[in-house]
């Protein structure tokens, strides 16, 4: 398996003076996913947890519904083929909705999780929990103090300054757990997939920080784990802030320093 990051050499040019130097990158590595044998998703991810991140995409696209429907999670190469890790397979119970979804295989990158989804009533999962009904309040000191906390945590990103993380937090600002990868959504996964396979969801009660900004796709990761607030360091997108207010959920943007806007369900945002 690829190391989470790698060296390459390059030139730094200042002053019209060049230097040959060594950087450290983020590795950047494709992951098929299959289900029961059968193709799903190849997604571009920074390797490292990654059942967490394929048990969390089956979760967050419908595959599962529970954690336990998920019997087996196990690397897998074709005859003849060299072990990379870079392939992996998910083993599901009969009565996990996987199948079906693995008729829509498509294609995702580290830049956007939704990618070869034929339209927006496709991604429109149903949540099996409510968190409209989660009544978690949070503290605007609190909540103004996650970044500096998902920040501080964030060890891979102190040496490559090139990927993004998700942080899981309780109401009092407790980090349960950190995932870092080159994208959002996989970030988000690992996040979720740790807590399926932990036996934690639905997360109620919860805040999930997002690095970047907090995208439909994002919005809707959240709503799949139950988690009620959903909070970003940038903007929300219109589609983010739409299906939060429709599924009750509370979303936070633009949290930076003691000044965030809080877009829909203000309710829990405690003064």
Same mark, same amino acid.
């Given at each position: 398996m690829?190391?989470? @990051?790698?060296? /390459?050499?390059?030139v730094?040019?200042?002053?019209?003076?060049?230097?040959?130097?060594f950087? @450290?990158?983020?590795?950047?590595?494709?992951l098929e996913i299959?289900?029961?044998?059968s193709?799903?998703?190849?997604?571009?991810?920074?390797p490292?947890?990654?059942?967490?991140?394929?048990?969390?995409?089956?979760?967050t696209e419908g595959?599962?519904?529970r954690a336990?429907?998920?019997?087996?999670?196990?690397y897998?190469?074709?005859?003849?083929?060299?072990?990379?890790? *870079?392939v992996? *397979?998910?083993d599901l119970?009969p009565?996990a909705?996987?199948?079906?979804?693995?008729?829509?295989s498509?294609?995702?990158?580290?830049?956007?999780?939704?990618?070869g989804k034929?339209?927006?009533?496709?991604?429109?999962?149903r949540?099996?929990?409510? &968190?409209?009904?989660?009544?978690?309040?949070v503290?605007?000191?609190?909540?103004?103090s996650?970044p500096?906390?998902?920040r501080?945590?964030q060890?891979?990103?102190?040496?490559?300054?090139?990927?993004?993380?998700?942080g899981l937090f309780?109401p009092?600002?407790?980090?349960?757990c950190l /995932?870092?990868? &080159?994208?959002?959504h996989n970030?988000?996964d690992? &996040?979720?997939?740790?807590?399926?396979?932990?036996?934690?969801?639905?997360l109620r009660?919860?805040?999930?920080?997002a690095?970047?900004?907090?995208?439909?796709?994002?919005?809707?990761?959240?709503l799949?784990a139950?988690?009620?607030?959903?909070?970003?360091?940038s903007?929300?997108s219109?589609?983010?802030?739409?299906?939060?207010?429709?599924s009750?959920? @509370?979303?936070?943007?633009?949290?930076?320093?003691? @000044?965030? *806007?809080v877009?829909?369900g203000e309710?829990?945002?405690?003064?």
């Amino acid at each position: 398996m690829a190391g989470v @990051t790698t060296k /390459r050499r390059l030139v730094h040019i200042e002053d019209g003076s060049q230097q040959v130097r060594f950087d @450290t990158l983020v590795a950047e590595e494709p992951l098929e996913i299959r289900v029961d044998g059968s193709a799903l998703a190849v997604t571009m991810r920074t390797p490292g947890n990654d059942f967490e991140l394929a048990a969390g995409f089956l979760l967050t696209e419908g595959a599962v519904e529970r954690a336990d429907q998920i019997r087996r999670l196990r690397y897998c190469v074709d005859d003849g083929e060299t072990q990379e890790f *870079n392939v992996l *397979n998910a083993d599901l119970s009969p009565d996990a909705p996987g199948r079906s979804v693995a008729e829509r295989s498509f294609v995702t990158t580290s830049s956007c999780g939704l990618c070869g989804k034929t339209s927006i009533d496709t991604v429109r999962a149903r949540s099996t929990f409510d &968190v409209r009904s989660d009544d978690v309040t949070v503290a605007p000191a609190v909540l103004a103090s996650l970044p500096d906390q998902l920040r501080a945590a964030q060890r891979v990103f102190e040496s490559t300054g090139g990927l993004h993380a998700a942080g899981l937090f309780t109401p009092d600002g407790e980090l349960v757990c950190l /995932r870092e990868d &080159v994208g959002r959504h996989n970030a988000f996964d690992k &996040v979720i997939g740790w807590a399926g396979l932990d036996g934690r969801l639905p997360l109620r009660g919860h805040v999930i920080l997002a690095s970047g900004r907090a995208s439909f796709e994002l919005t809707q990761k959240a709503l799949m784990a139950g988690i009620p607030v959903l909070a970003s360091v940038s903007a929300p997108s219109s589609l983010a802030v739409q299906l939060a207010e429709e599924s009750g959920m @509370t979303l936070v943007g633009f949290l930076r320093g003691q @000044t965030m *806007n809080v877009y829909v369900g203000e309710q829990r945002v405690s003064t």
